[in-house]
T-cell receptor, first 115, second 114 residues
Framework: DTEVTQTPKHLVMGMTNKKSLKCEQHMGHRAMYWYKQKAKKPPELMFVYSYEKLSINESVPSRFSPECPNSSLLNLHLHALQPEDSALYLC??????????????FGPGTRLTVL | AQSVAQPEDQVNVAEGNPLTVKCTYSVSGNPYLFWYVQYPNRGLQFLLKYITGDNLVKGSYGFEAEFNKSQTSFHLKKPSALVSDSALYFCAVRDRGNTDKLIFGTGTRLQVFP
């Protein structure tokens, strides 16, 4: 089973709202990722967690706040977003961190619209 | 710096014909290459990867890719296209300086016509 699940599928929020995106995997993977994808563009890495600790932050604005409560769950907390933050947010996981041969498995994504 | 290029924004092919989606790479050292497919409003699905060994890599849904070191290419192929193969295809390479980062190409939209 190579399933990564994400909720919600769609989210519409105002610029003053606080919301959270959730991601879950039960493959025993120890690395989890958040990507942002704009329409017709490739995904852009935002954050990487390894063994529940933040390993990589690709200079993401502080209005995006990741959290890894346990090895199976990854959250992305959103606050005071801008309309240009509207995008598809993808979660991914892989067996381990720093292994070049590992495959990243992606979830279906959350389509975020900021009004 | 590692990079991949997908020279075609769109590829059109008739159902039943062979298809090729092109990818070229630029890396220092050994390349670790991946193909993903994305259906509309969906996440990326892993198709196949090249790590080492045979230059012809077989993957999911009947796809395969040919690694060519001299031409620095990793083209995705399928002998007989299906309408359901219509999707956005991304080639990616591992960033050796940041081993958890996948560097994606710009994507190629494959359209298979009945």
């Amino acid at each position: 089973d190579t399933e990564v699940t994400q909720t919600p599928k769609h989210l519409v929020m105002g610029m003053t709202n606080k919301k959270s995106l959730k991601c879950e995997q039960h493959m025993g993977h120890r690395a989890m990722y958040w990507y942002k994808q704009k329409a017709k563009k490739p995904p852009e890495l935002m954050f990487v967690y390894s063994y529940e600790k933040l390993s990589i932050n690709e200079s993401v604005p502080s209005r995006f706040s990741p959290e890894c409560p346990n090895s199976s769950l990854l959250n992305l907390h959103l606050h005071a977003l801008q309309p240009e933050d509207s995008a598809l947010y993808l979660c991914a996981s892989s067996q381990d961190f720093g292994q070049v041969t590992d495959t990243q498995y992606f979830g279906p994504g959350t389509r975020l619209t900021v009004l | 710096a590692q990079s991949v290029a997908q020279p075609e924004d769109q590829v059109n092919v008739a159902e039943g014909n062979p298809l090729t989606v092109k990818c070229t790479y630029s890396v220092s050292g050994n390349p670790y290459l991946f193909w993903y497919v994305q259906y509309p409003n969906r996440g990326l699905q892993f198709l196949l990867k090249y790590i080492t060994g045979d230059n012809l890599v077989k993957g999911s849904y009947g796809f395969e890719a040919e690694f060519n070191k001299s031409q620095t290419s990793f083209h995705l192929k399928k002998p007989s296209a299906l309408v359901s193969d219509s999707a956005l295809y991304f080639c990616a390479v591992r960033d050796r300086g940041n081993t958890d980062k996948l560097i994606f190409g710009t994507g190629t939209r494959l359209q298979v016509f009945p």
